[in-house]
Structure formats: structure tokens, C-alpha cells
């Protein structure tokens, strides 16, 4: 059983691009996290999704980032006209269905803006 | 929402001490309180757990206290090995049973030396 893939493993941008960061959650599991880590910082809560909803985005900058987890395929963190404070290490996690307070992360993105 | 402090932000121990990390909670909402470990440039994975019915659970050389009165919890680790040595992470949640969002705390550098 594969755990939770992310890929790229690193994604190097210029500012004002857009950067598109993957998960693909452990198989059976339906609840997806999206956290981000800041060098020398704890994990901040972006977002929640499960299949083709967001349950809470509330941790999530208002402007630049989305988030999607379509009924096929991996799920989609997106930020646009990236800037380079979005530099950082961003990790996904998934959870099953049935208890859904156990996480299991991924390896995480490292987002570069230059 | 929820706020989690986590103490200290780097210990060094020899190896054979015992380390202790302290987290606090600000939510008394929170009943399930979890700690991560992360190795250098690796994804945080769950070590122990422990639900706000519990006092106390024990995992070979790992413990978790919960004083839930007092809102802090810990994480004891015995006879350190340099493996050990990561990043330590405490969260707090909710679990309501649909979701759960995950606080972490800024987390503990914890350094086993020989």
C-alpha cells in the first residue's frame, strides 16, 4: 500500500509564475490536508478537502491559492503569480474515511520563488 | 481557534538522559492530542497519541501526559538514542467525528549527542 505520494519533490519558480503542487492521497483514504511549513516553523493548516469539496479553507491566504480534489486524479494545490514569501515546504496529508484524525503525510513539495 | 505553544524550542540531551517537551492548548474544545516526529529534509510521522480520556499512554521508551485541567500536555522520551535526534511536533483537535483540523505547535529540535 503506497503511502501518500506529492510530487514534484521540488519546484523551482520565478516570481509571477504559477506553481502546481500534487497529492495523492493513500489508497482508501478520501480526506485530504494541505499544510504548509515555513523554515524553522511548526505546520500551518491551508486547507480540507475531501472528493470534490472543500470543507474548510480557512487557513488558506485569500488571494493566489486554490485548491481542488476532482473525482479522478491526485489533488491540486495551486498559487498563482508566486511571490517569493510562498517559498517554503509544502506537505500533504491524507486520512481514511471511517477515523479521520490519524495523518499520514507525505514526502512534501519545496517551493522555490527566485 | 485553537493555540498551541510548544517548549523548549531546541533541547540537547546525552544519550541515555530523558527528554521532555511541553506543549500547551488554548481550545479546552480539543480532545485529541497527537505528537509528530521529523527527520531532517523527511515528512512528519506519528509517534503517539493520546485522547482527553486517557491520562497517560505509554510506547517503549515513549510517553504522553495529558493534564487536561490544566490544558498541557508532554512527551517523555527515555534512554535517548542519537536516533532520536528530529524535529518534534504537538497538535491539538477537535475530533467531531467529520473533520478534524490539526494545530501544531512550532516544534522541538531535539539533539542526542554520544
Known amino acids: 500500500n503506497a503511502g501518500v505520494m506529492q510530487n514534484p519533490r521540488h519546484l523551482v519558480r520565478r516570481r509571477g509564475q504559477e506553481a502546481r503542487l500534487r497529492c495523492s492521497p493513500m489508497?482508501?483514504?478520501?480526506?485530504v490536508y494541505w499544510y504548509r511549513q515555513l523554515p524553522e516553523e511548526g505546520l500551518k493548516f491551508m486547507v480540507y478537502?475531501?472528493?470534490?469539496?472543500?470543507?474548510?479553507e480557512s487557513g488558506m491566504p485569500k488571494e493566489r491559492f486554490s485548491a481542488e480534489f476532482p473525482k479522478e486524479g491526485p489533488s491540486i494545490l495551486r498559487i498563482q503569480q508566486v511571490v517569493r514569501g510562498d517559498s517554503a515546504a509544502y506537505f500533504c496529508?491524507?486520512?481514511?474515511?471511517?477515523?479521520?484524525?490519524?495523518?499520514?503525510f507525505g514526502s512534501g513539495t519545496q517551493l522555490s520563488v527566485l | 481557534g485553537e493555540n498551541v505553544e510548544q517548549h523548549p524550542s531546541t533541547l540537547s540531551v546525552q544519550e541515555g538522559d530523558s527528554a521532555v517537551i511541553k506543549c500547551t492548548y488554548s481550545?479546552?474544545?480539543?480532545?485529541?492530542f497527537p505528537w509528530y516526529k521529523q527527520e531532517l529534509g523527511k515528512r512528519p510521522q506519528l509517534i503517539i497519541d493520546?485522547?482527553?480520556?486517557?491520562g497517560e499512554k505509554k510506547d517503549q521508551r515513549i510517553a504522553v501526559t495529558l493534564n487536561k485541567t490544566a490544558k498541557h500536555f508532554s512527551l517523555h522520551i527515555t534512554e535517548t538514542q542519537p536516533e532520536d535526534s528530529a524535529v518534534y511536533f504537538c497538535?491539538?483537535?477537535?475530533?467531531?467525528?467529520?473533520?478534524?483540523?490539526?494545530?501544531f505547535g512550532t516544534g522541538t529540535r531535539l539533539q542526542v549527542t554520544l
Open positions: 496529508a491524507s486520512s481514511p474515511q471511517q477515523t479521520n484524525e490519524k495523518l499520514f
Open positions: 489508497k482508501g483514504h478520501s480526506h
Open positions: 478537502l475531501q472528493k470534490e469539496n472543500i470543507i474548510d
Open positions: 481550545d479546552s474544545a480539543s480532545n485529541y
Open positions: 493520546i485522547r482527553s480520556n486517557v
Open positions: 497538535a491539538a483537535s477537535p475530533y467531531t467525528g467529520t473533520a478534524s483540523k490539526l494545530t
